[in-house]
């Protein structure tokens, strides 16, 4: 028995416990009670625990690790861009624009007269069309047959881009006169036309006249969400960005009433999963003015229970992405433009002078800032900016991160390995995207996006997160692509000096992203005293093929001592 003179609720024998403690400890056998992992070794040091109430689990050489923490995914969207809540024209269901339109053909058919058509997941570099020939483009044109009469409303996979028919430009009010946002773009023809792509803050012009999610859609988008990632042994995810700034994004998916549906979702007792948040004030487009007078008058509170729901710190988004070339690089983009900051301001100096105020604004009012940049310039000015802002106002452990740091420069790691901040980088990302990058900025950089052997080496902290729904949350895919550097679509190695190991892969899905929770010293690890957050893989993960290992099932997933998914009793 325990000190405590009580038996284990569960006790694992006979597999590879994979501690991910600072010595990557490899044990056999391990036991929960009441939540918290209480002995952590061999079969002598869990059989004293094991009583008449204790389930007592055969690993049968499987392997038990922390449960997953996926430190970038966007719940309530992903549920929502999922079917049946949405359309699905992501690759492999659609592989053309043809296959595209018959998608949006078929669900004419299934709804009333002039309902909207709403669809997730367009990837131009998995349309033939588009891959055939990289200028051709998703067009309205593409969509109108289909639908004359219904509006679409179509996002890409990336969440920064929309693709919309002629019937939602008409009911948008979207014409050759229209000014996009600053910061955003409403791309138009050699005729001036718009084509029916929108990028960046211009998509806010679509969401305004799309009816807004209910409360019960909210709802059921995160339990669908919940059950996806139970699935797949994830058992805490950071939502990033939902407040006043998400009101325009997804149908207000990011918005603020998300939030208060975890919160309820918590009290009802159905939250599977561990959620942090940070706060979203303004969106894509903001200024620095307007953050700082929505950041005064944000609710910071968090829950009953901060260790299942918790407020963290704000998101700001600071520039686009690659393949938009609406990321701020140094060198210019394969056929010209250096993309900007997508933040108020008429020049570059503008434009980091109100990226640098609202870092500022963030840090000094007590947030934990977390910065959408994916532009090596970008990387460079808003890893400078976090620098000042601390410099300004003292504060330790702030825990400040860049989200993605796609093109990460050496001048950045320095600074944020400096200051104890992080990076919050998208293997999978990396897998979906290989291929068609090196066409944006050639095959060096493109070959360098995401560099974590860098960054790791540089002494950066360095988690992982799938940005759902911009990608599938398959943590297995995402420490298959850390250890291979290896692309979807053709399975091309795409920068093999940026691999790191197994183990430093792992370590970015558990402790480094329970690290940017504020929680490595009560979850991210297998070690006595922290909760029991444990995700079971059938299969021995340290000794496979990584070419395997996404096809490795995740067969128990368990919250704080809670079996939220199990194959293995049946």
Avoid at 72 to 82: I, K, R, S, V, W
Avoid at 348 to 371: C, F, L, N, P, S
Avoid at 528 to 545: H, I, N, R
């Amino acid at each position: 028995m325990s000190s405590a003179g009580t038996y284990a609720d569960l006790v694992f024998l006979g597999g590879q416990v994979v501690t991910v403690d600072a010595e990557f400890s490899v044990a056999s056998a391990l036991a929960v009670t009441g939540g918290i992992i209480t002995a952590v070794g061999g079969r002598d040091d869990v059989a004293p625990l094991v009583g008449p109430g204790t389930r007592v689990i055969d690993l049968r050489g499987a392997t038990l690790l922390p449960g997953i923490n996926d430190s970038h995914l966007h719940g309530c969207a992903f549920g929502m861009a999922t079917p049946p809540l949405s359309l699905d024209v992501g690759h492999p269901a659609v592989t053309s624009l043809a296959e595209v339109a018959q998608a949006v053909a078929r669900a004419v058919g299934r709804v009333p007269a002039g309902q909207w058509i709403i669809g997730h997941g367009w990837d131009p570099g998995y349309l033939g069309e588009c891959v055939a020939d990289p200028s051709r483009l998703p067009s309205r044109r593409d969509l109108d047959r289909a639908s004359p009469n219904h509006p679409v409303v179509l996002y890409s996979f990336s969440g920064h881009a929309t693709w919309v028919n002629s019937k939602a430009l008409e009911l948008i009010g979207i014409d050759r006169d229209t000014a996009a946002p600053a910061g955003g773009a409403v791309v138009v023809d050699a005729a001036g036309e718009p084509t029916g792509l929108l990028h960046e803050g211009a998509q806010a012009l679509v969401q305004h006249a799309l009816p807004p999610l209910s409360r019960q859609e909210r709802t059921d988008a995160v339990r669908s969400a919940l059950a996806t990632l139970a699935a797949l042994g994830v058992t805490s995810y950071t939502e990033p960005g939902l407040g006043p700034g998400g009101d325009g994004i997804m149908r207000g998916a990011l918005g603020s009433q998300t939030l208060d549906v975890y919160r309820q979702l918590l009290a009802d007792g159905e939250l599977t999963a561990r959620v942090g948040v940070l706060l979203l004030p303004t969106g894509m487009a903001g200024t620095a003015g307007e953050f700082a007078r929505t950041l005064a008058g944000l609710d910071r509170s968090g829950a009953a229970d901060p260790r299942r729901l918790a407020v963290h710190g704000v998101k700001i988004f600071a520039d686009g992405i690659v393949p938009n070339k609406t990321s701020w690089v140094h060198d210019p983009y394969v056929g010209g433009g250096c993309g900007s900051l997508c933040v108020g301001g008429a020049t570059d100096a503008e434009r980091t002078a109100e990226i640098a105020a609202m870092v500022r604004h963030a840090h000094a009012a007590g947030y934990q800032v977390g910065v959408h940049v994916t532009g090596d310039r970008a990387c460079d000015a808003v890893a400078d900016a976090l620098a000042d802002a601390v410099a300004a106002h003292p504060r330790s452990d702030a825990r400040h991160y860049l989200i993605h740091g796609d093109l990460l420069t050496a001048h950045s790691m320095e600074v944020l390995a400096a200051h104890g901040f992080g990076v919050n980088m998208n293997p999978t990302i990396k897998w979906t995207v290989a291929d068609m990058e090196a066409d944006f900025v050639g095959a060096e950089r493109a070959a360098y996006a995401w560099p974590y052997r860098d960054a790791v080496d540089a002494g950066v902290r360095v988690a992982s997160g799938s940005d759902a729904p911009v990608t599938h949350p398959d943590w297995r895919q995402g420490v298959a692509t850390m250890v291979l550097r290896e692309s979807k679509a053709t399975g091309r190695v795409s920068g093999p000096g940026q691999r790191i190991g197994l183990a430093e892969a792992i370590r970015t899905y558990t402790v480094e992203a329970a690290w940017q929770d504020f929680a490595d010293d009560w979850k991210g690890s297998l070690e006595p005293g922290k909760v029991a957050d444990l995700c079971v893989l059938d299969g021995d993960l340290l000794g496979a093929d990584p070419h395997g290992i996404p096809e490795m099932p995740v067969v128990l997933t368990v919250v704080g001592g809670q079996v939220v998914h199990d194959t293995l009793s049946g």
